[in-house]
């Protein structure tokens, strides 16, 4: 069943930031790792992920570094900075809290 | 219609964004990369290559979207670095080069005023805030003292202080000031001097100095020509006022000038001392202020002497003996006076010295064989007390050593001076020693910051010349800007951290090596300074020039292979020097022998090898000028930042070593600042030292007695 545009959009800069926590990435990556974790449901685009990664990237949260993969191909990689790192958190929270109060609505007691 | 190929596809799609060129060619390659990454996957999954790259593209969308939505998220970043762009370019960098001329001016002006100070060469020049206060005594500042500067054409104006100030408690000294100075016709000059004697009727100052105005008209004597080489009473009128003034005189207890009173008040008036250039400059005044009028205390003894032998030529032998007895009790009466200037006491010596001398004669003449002989032992002492005090001098060789290694390069050349029997301990060397170390590190940073300029104007007009070569081209140079982090980086390794290990390893007990002078450090000091020149000069170009080059390589900018580039810089380095050592040899060649020619061909030479080295360089790079261009655009604000942190930091830091060392010094220059109310004289060193000398040159004198 394909998304709310809104919906996903909203959704986005919390997916990027959880999984840049994990580790340092690059764009095609990024999206490869949604699309299989979610198998396929999120169909995101470069004009989904990019303007989010790069906003991020200016206001401090990431930073980038052109690096050789084992491919042999120079790919750029985005990593979390300490502040992106603790944005990230938040992020996690305020969603995390949200999708319960969410939850609680919509799950009525039998 | 031919489809699109996925660089087009990726710079469609980040056009945007071409405002900002390093942006614009990162964005570019980012989506590229992305769009062959989607394209392998499709290839992995299957699909030829012609299907890969269709899907991958219709993957990819409407670039038209994309662009906006890149734009959109990059619309905060690029203005800000747009305002940053701005700022490198017309702040930034003409500020770093404000910065490296003032400090480049401010030190000339130091070196030139203090040159002009102590060997009185060229003019003097305005210095500026921060960088010393005034070296020179400008209209305003000169106004603050208390009395213009004494010179016979201010004679008026000390006249007219002594009137406004003659119920002072100090009235009296001010007038003593201005009779050194004054001036006029015969009668005039009497009048002065009789008020002089109304003020203060104990002070034979009046009565010497209308003396030497009387006899240096009135008599001749044999030492003032060798034309003429006979003493001879000019005008008998003079020659008579000024035995009566003499007589006069040597009745007095005591001759004061309170010229040290004066040259005191002057010094306190003055701004506060703050840099070396300030206290050469209270030096400067001081022996203006104490030399001028000791000539006439000279000159009044050898009138003395000629008029004696004048009056015996002519019979008048009572009379005769009478002066010369006088000439005597002047020499005693002038060694009480000078206790603190050198100077003023050794001129003390040559007048006993020649009163003595021609006295022993005379009275030998005249048949007084006893003073004769009184006289001639007199003078003896006098010339074993002169000639032991100047063998001193040279013959202390641990004192002379102690000095060389623990002393400043100033104190090397003052205190011998003074003689080897100077009382001086090692630890009353160390503010001086201290000091001249901050003064030389302020030197040699200043020198840094001049190249670090002259670097960074060579890259800016670099990176002009390569914007030009290169318009029409597809991308003109950019200005790669670092992220505040790998700026911080380089100036900490490259600037920062150097600097500071010398600080901290030059300050090291022992190790350091500071507890010893300059001159004895020698080679040692030099060499330090060289390496962290070198240092501070090569890290930063070196780490601004990796930065350039991996960054160049991620935005796909064509790199020159290394090994060539070394090849270049090679060539161009031999052309240069080449034209260097043509330069020297061509200005080295005697003129007088040396056709011009000659010179003129050599010349031509030296700059046809300049030219060509740059045409050969332009030539060899031009296929990578966009690199070039880049390197040297992006070089140029990490040198103003280099110039900007030392101007900030290192130059504040020496100028208050320098400072603080200054005012802790108790015994060379910042002796003057120090004591407002102790004895004035050059150093205290000196008025040790010639207190010492007067006890014991009053004490040859009073043996006769």
Redesign the interface.
Known sequence: MPFNTELVGSTVELLVLKLLAERAM???EII?IVNDRTDGAFNW???TL???L??L??QGYL?TE?RVGDTG????YYALTRKGLSYAGDKVTEWNTFSHSVNAVLIQPA | MQEPSFEKLAAD?AAGLRADQEVYR??T???H??L???AD?FRREGHDEAESVGLAKK????PL??AS??L???R??LR?RALLRIGFNALIIPLAILMALYVGYGRAARVQNASAMLIGGGAKLPTLPFLGTKAVLDAKHAGLLRLPVGTTGNAPRLRQFWEAHRDDLDGYKYYAYYALYASGDEAQYARDMREGERIEPDNALYNVLLAEYYLNRGVQARSDSKKKPFDDILDRRLFNFGIVELHKAVKKPYLRTYHLDIVRLRLNALPRPLLTEDYLNRISMTSAELFPYYARYRNLARKISAGARSLNEEGQTHDAEAVMDAGESYAILLARDEDTVLIGALVSTAVASIVTKDGAEFYGQIGAQTKARQAQALYSKLRNFSGNWKASRHNNPAFTKMLKRHGSNLSSVIFPVFGGVVPITEGELTPGRMQEHALIEGFGLEFLQLLLALLLVGTVMQGIIWHYRLRGAVSAPLLLMP?AREILRILWWGVALPILIYAVYSRLPIIGGRQYGWGYLGWRFGAELLVLGFLVLWLPARMINRYVR?RC??LEIPLPPAHEEAAVSRMVRGMLIGAIVLAVIVMALPSDRTPLVLKFIGILLALALIVTGARYAAAKRREFGLYYGTLARSMAPLYAFAIILLTLTAQPWLLYREATWLHRDTVLLGYLANSNSGPTACTSIETRVTQDYSRKLLQVLDRKR
């Open positions: 690059y764009g095609y490869q685009k470069e004009g990019y303007p989010v790069h906003r990237e200016g930073v052109w191909k120079k790919r750029k | 799609a990162d964005v390659q980012e989506l990369s992305f062959e990454d989607k996957r993957a990819f969308g409407s979207e994309v939505e890149l959109n998220a990059n905060g970043r800000l992220p991996r390589d991620d």
